[in-house]
């Protein structure tokens, strides 16, 4: 009799349990993905350099006509700087003297950031989904680093970075950035700075359908120095000890021909 009950039971759980399988079959499929493309993957830059245009090219593959039509697709174009944990301070005064109280250090955070995209990144995707993948510049993940306390300072150390960035020019948006050149073909435009870290860049396109974020895809670019910025550049790290002897002595040496140059008799 138990054995009986216990079948039927098992049966009454299949059968509740069929419709909710059923349910999760007739999930929408993902079918749209993204193609992206630069004209280099290197940027080589002077003394001279003041800033330039990267234009990045697109595809959305496997779209629905409907909601293209529609406008539905949503499109984030992200030029992210090489990482490094970075720190902003906090001046305060003391007995008249301005000086570096508190200061907080963020974890592998994009030492540049230029963005771009259809509209406002706001507009297009709940806060959660844009910081659940870092994209937009409020929406960049940083995470302090071996910070103590109740974190009521967070969020003001994170304005503060985030403010220095954008007014260093090293962070920047561009809503409407990104366009439709035709059906599925985008065209989005990243500024680089005059002041662009060296190092390994990565171009990132993330595409929306109706505020769900559907798909990725990333590139890297490469920025290096030329002429006579990347030998001393390359001097400074292989032989860092001679550099900053050799430093030391162009600074004395310069100061003590501008003594004698300038010296009143």
Same mark, same amino acid.
């Given at each position: 009799?138990?054995? #009986? =009950?216990?079948?039927?039971?098992?049966?009454?759980?299949? =059968?509740?349990?069929?419709?909710? #399988?059923?349910?999760?079959?007739?999930?929408?499929?993902?079918?749209? &993905?993204?193609? *992206?493309?630069?004209?280099?993957?290197?940027?080589?830059?002077?003394?001279?350099?003041?800033?330039?245009?990267?234009?990045?090219?697109?595809?959305?593959?496997?779209?629905?006509?409907?909601?293209?039509?529609?406008? +539905?697709?949503?499109?984030?174009?992200?030029?992210?700087?090489?990482?490094?944990?970075?720190?902003?301070?906090? +001046?305060?005064?003391? #007995?008249?003297?301005?000086?570096?109280? &508190?200061?907080?250090?963020?974890? #592998?955070?994009?030492?540049?950031?230029?963005?771009?995209?259809?509209?406002?990144?706001?507009?297009? =995707?709940?806060?959660?989904?844009?910081?659940?993948?870092?994209?937009?510049?409020?929406?960049?993940?940083?995470?302090?680093?071996?910070? *103590?306390?109740?974190?009521?300072?967070?969020?003001?150390?994170?304005? =503060?970075?985030?403010?220095?960035?954008?007014?260093?020019?090293?962070?920047?948006?561009?809503?409407?950035?990104?366009?439709?050149?035709?059906?599925?073909?985008?065209?989005?435009?990243?500024?680089?700075?005059?002041?662009?870290?060296?190092?390994?860049?990565?171009?990132?396109?993330?595409?929306?359908?109706?505020?769900?974020?559907?798909?990725? +895809?990333?590139?890297?670019?490469?920025?290096?120095?030329?002429?006579?910025?990347?030998?001393?550049?390359?001097?400074?790290?292989?032989?860092?000890?001679?550099?900053?002897?050799?430093?030391?002595?162009?600074?004395?040496?310069?100061?003590?021909?501008?003594?004698?140059?300038?010296? +009143?008799?």
């Amino acid at each position: 009799m138990m054995r #009986l =009950a216990r079948t039927l039971l098992a049966a009454l759980a299949l =059968a509740s349990a069929a419709p909710v #399988l059923a349910q999760e079959d007739k999930r929408p499929e993902i079918t749209e &993905r993204l193609e *992206i493309g630069i004209s280099t993957d290197e940027i080589a830059i002077s003394s001279d350099f003041r800033g330039a245009d990267l234009t990045i090219f697109g595809a959305i593959e496997g779209y629905d006509p409907n909601l293209l039509a529609q406008r +539905k697709y949503d499109i984030v174009v992200a030029l992210e700087g090489p990482k490094d944990d970075l720190t902003v301070r906090r +001046k305060e005064r003391v #007995l008249g003297i301005w000086v570096n109280r &508190r200061s907080m250090t963020f974890e #592998l955070a994009p030492e540049s950031y230029s963005l771009s995209s259809t509209r406002n990144v706001d507009d297009i =995707a709940p806060a959660a989904v844009l910081n659940s993948i870092g994209v937009g510049l409020q929406h960049i993940r940083l995470d302090p680093i071996g910070y *103590i306390g109740d974190g009521s300072n967070i969020s003001e150390f994170r304005d =503060a970075f985030r403010r220095l960035k954008e007014t260093g020019g090293f962070y920047q948006r561009d809503p409407g950035g990104v366009q439709f050149i035709s059906a599925s073909l985008f065209k989005a435009t990243v500024r680089l700075p005059a002041n662009v870290p060296n190092g390994t860049h990565v171009v990132r396109a993330h595409l929306f359908r109706d505020g769900v974020f559907i798909s990725e +895809k990333a590139l890297p670019l490469r920025v290096v120095k030329t002429g006579l910025e990347q030998m001393i550049s390359n001097a400074a790290y292989a032989n860092p000890v001679s550099y900053g002897i050799l430093a030391v002595i162009l600074a004395a040496l310069t100061g003590w021909i501008a003594s004698i140059v300038f010296r +009143k008799d």
